[in-house]
């Protein structure tokens, strides 16, 4: 049992960590807003040239399908922590430095862009193949045909972004290896490094009422896009 | 009259599901339309008629190129579909109206965006969208549900829809694949009498492809008997009658 003084030691330790557990959640969610948006982006669109180029579809191509899905593949495979060090040298060329926030993004935007493009690619296949070919009997042009498809599987593309947004608040947490920052870093830091474990507690706690909060927003809006 | 719609010696094969490797032409492709020809007047209702798997669908998608021939020539309103390029090909689609058996509704928008989106595609000028809408969902009735989206209606209000969508842009042609096979006997009969009204009041051609027989004789002029992907002939409906010359071709129409 916890005893009322353990309580309240453990909560004055909470007070006087609050600089760090701010700057901690700052950090996260700029890793999760950068990622996220740029997972999305780049991910969309593999998935939907992933889409386009598979079998019956209107870019139908064995070898292009082959080479996406070979290279989403791929990059599905590595750990997250090993995708980190292995782009540790890209990393510090195109942002200037490996460590920090934004270095810890563009990992976890390109961990979950292919994460995202599978999840993009079934979400396509979902629409009725008829509706592709009412679309293309009238004439529309390709990129209309793509606009139609995006717009028929929008309920499930939203809760596609949720499961991505929340597997890389789950993702972020392992960039402090490359001093990313962030809540996850913080719980270990704390929680594990200094057995701290009200820290470890709390953050936790913090992490599972945004992992709820990011759920029920998405569950929501897909309901409420969904006039199927 | 003129021919609205020309067919001449157009083939389609299909690659089988498990063909492997077999170089036997036989074992690896699928006839699903033999070499065919035949011609449909403007203003005409003809109908493509056979049991499942005689080409019919295939056939039909012929016309708009939905499936491209392995060979002949689609002639539609003077214009030899085969020779156009793809944007060419997408122009002379807005003259060519197509509904489906699944209607193929865009479940994410509402009546009026279904019938405008055709409308958009078509270029229709941008200021006379909403009215010519109305006029279409006037046409098929159904002007009290432009605000409801399609899994809010019933299969019959679907399919008209699908009517209000593809007449917008005003095609010659309108396409109808099995448009009543997802419909009960009630519903069909008020779905054919608003394509025979279509018909009448626009002049538009329309083909139809069914496997009920009496879809052939309350709406078709005259209509194609499809067999294994044959033509076996092209029989006339004279006063709700299909009169078939060939021994096959009466045994298809002869109704259980």
Redesign the interface.
């Known amino acids: 049992m916890i005893t009322g003084s353990e309580l309240s030691t453990a909560i004055d330790k909470l007070v006087a960590l609050r600089p760090e557990i701010l700057q901690a959640t700052i950090d996260t969610f700029v890793m999760l807003g950068i990622s996220t948006f740029a997972a999305i982006v780049i991910g969309g669109l593999f998935g939907i040239f992933l889409f386009l180029s598979s079998d019956r579809q209107f870019l139908q191509n064995k070898a292009l399908y082959g080479m996406l899905g070979g290279i989403t593949n791929f990059m599905r495979a590595f750990p997250f922590v090993i995708l980190m060090i292995a782009m540790s040298p890209l990393t510090k060329t195109i942002i200037g430095t490996g460590i920090g926030p934004i270095a810890a993004s563009l990992v976890l935007a390109i961990a979950g862009s292919f994460y995202f493009a599978r999840l993009v690619e079934q979400n396509l296949r979902e629409v009725p193949r008829g509706i592709i070919e009412a679309t293309e009997s009238m004439g529309a042009r390709p990129f209309t045909i793509v606009k139609v498809l995006l717009n028929e599987a929008r309920s499930g593309l939203v809760l596609s972004v949720t499961i991505l947004c929340i597997s890389l608040l789950s993702y972020s947490a392992a960039a402090g290896m490359i001093g990313g920052g962030g809540l996850g870093d913080l719980a270990i830091r704390y929680g594990y490094y200094r057995y701290q474990t009200e820290v470890m507690v709390f953050i936790v706690v913090m992490l599972s009422v945004m992992v709820i909060a990011i759920q029920a927003i998405g569950n929501w809006l897909a309901v409420r896009l969904d006039k199927r | 009259m003129t021919d609205m719609i020309v067919l001449n010696e157009v083939t389609k094969r299909f690659l089988k599901d498990r063909a492997g490797k077999s170089e036997d032409a036989a074992a690896k492709w699928f006839t699903a339309v033999a070499p065919t020809t035949l011609s449909v007047k403007q203003g005409e209702i003809f109908g493509l008629m056979g049991y499942s798997g005689a080409g019919k669908s295939t056939l039909l998608r012929l016309i708009?190129l939905?499936e491209r021939p392995d060979s002949g020539r689609v002639v539609i309103d003077g214009v030899d579909l085969m020779s156009l390029s793809a944007s060419e090909?997408?122009?002379?689609?807005?003259n060519?109206?197509?509904i489906?058996q699944?209607f193929?509704?865009?479940?994410?928008?509402t009546v009026f965006d279904n019938v405008a989106?055709?409308l958009t595609?078509?270029g229709f000028a941008r200021d006379k969208i909403k009215a010519r809408v109305m006029e279409c969902l006037e046409i098929v009735d159904l002007t009290d549900r432009a605000t409801h989206?399609?899994?809010q209606l019933s299969g019959g209000q679907k399919q008209r829809v699908g009517i209000a969508r593809a007449i917008a842009p005003s095609p010659k042609v309108l396409?109808a694949d099995e448009p009543t096979s997802a419909l009960d006997p009630a519903t069909t009969r008020s779905l054919l009498a608003c394509l025979q009204d279509i018909n009448d009041k626009l002049g538009v051609t329309i083909v139809i492809v069914t496997h009920e027989m009496s879809v052939i004789r309350r709406l078709c002029h005259r209509a194609a008997l499809l067999h294994q992907g044959e033509l076996l002939e092209v029989a006339p409906i004279v006063d709700g009658n299909i009169q078939a010359a060939t021994l096959i071709g009466q045994g298809l129409v002869q109704e259980d």
Do not use: K, T
């Open positions: 708009n939905l090909l997408r122009v002379a689609r807005h060519i109206g197509m489906f699944q193929n509704l865009m479940s994410n928008r989106f055709n595609v078509s989206f399609p899994a396409l």
